[in-house]
């Protein structure tokens, strides 16, 4: 049964203080997948059992059981609703994705980091998952221009690197959500040692947009669809644009650039 239809079902044997949940979970849908009890707790003024016992009374074990249900049904519903041409809808999402992530860009924030990168001593990517892969492109990207960055998706390794940072450093840290704790961690203990931090995220208010020196803002939010194409097109186009903005900054001879490094890897193709 749609959870909307379980709260409707369970409201009459609802408190007081659970029918606050229930009428905010209503009112926000399915964008309750990417909340946070803390973000509820601030919603509607209640504690952490009430949360809990709201989504036991609905048959489920707890918050993140109910989380992941209604990206089920969120994920069904788009499924059901994909047309025949498939191709032509998932084209059509990723043009969206770089739309809706372009719209965000601050051109205040993206000069000052522009600035970090510029000034750093050392570089370094961390990200986990899918935002690992996109550090492992993103630095393959910042080549191009001459800026030799490391990406790093094993958390143990971030968290020694970070240990080793100073004030001279930079770490980039890119996570969708901005709630990843691998991420957050490693980031913190950077921070901690005096290191720059950049972060490219979705959310602002989160937990690794407040260690950011700088905030860069990403478009695709994921929770079912962990690692989807979009969320990693959000996070290359952010870098692709610091990268170029470096460039223009900093004079750079990118021709030349590319010359060396063609000339490195020429012979590696086959005839």
Request: aromatic share 8%.
């Amino acid at each position: 049964m749609r959870y909307d239809y379980l709260i409707q079902e369970h409201y009459p044997t609802l408190t007081r203080s659970e029918k606050k949940v229930a009428d905010y979970v209503l009112k926000v849908g399915s964008q309750l997948m990417y909340a946070t009890m803390s973000d509820i707790k601030a919603a509607t003024k209640v504690g952490d059992a009430t949360i809990i016992r709201f989504c036991q009374k609905l048959g489920y074990n707890g918050f993140s059981d109910f989380k992941i249900e209604i990206a089920k049904e969120d994920f069904t519903k788009q499924e059901q609703t994909r047309p025949a041409d498939y191709y032509d809808d998932i084209s059509l999402h990723l043009q969206e994705a770089l739309t809706a992530t372009a719209k965000l860009i601050d051109p205040a924030k993206l000069d000052q980091a522009i600035d970090l990168l510029s000034q750093a001593g050392k570089v370094y990517l961390f990200g986990v998952g899918g935002s690992a892969q996109s550090g492992e492109s993103f630095a393959s990207i910042l080549l191009r221009v001459g800026v030799q960055s490391t990406p790093v998706g094993d958390p143990h390794i971030q968290a020694q690197i970070a240990s080793l940072l100073g004030p001279n450093d930079l770490v980039v840290g890119l996570s969708l959500t901005g709630r990843t704790k691998d991420t957050y961690d490693s980031l913190k203990i950077a921070k901690d040692n005096g290191a720059k931090i950049l972060a490219i995220t979705n959310n602002l208010n989160s937990p690794v947009a407040k260690l950011g020196d700088v905030v860069l803002q990403t478009a695709i939010e994921e929770f079912l669809n962990g690692g989807s194409v979009a969320g990693r097109i959000s996070q290359l186009y952010i870098g692709d644009v610091l990268t170029q903005g470096y460039e223009q900054r900093n004079q750079v001879d990118a021709v030349a650039l590319r010359e060396r490094v063609l000339r490195s890897i020429i012979d590696k193709s086959i005839d």
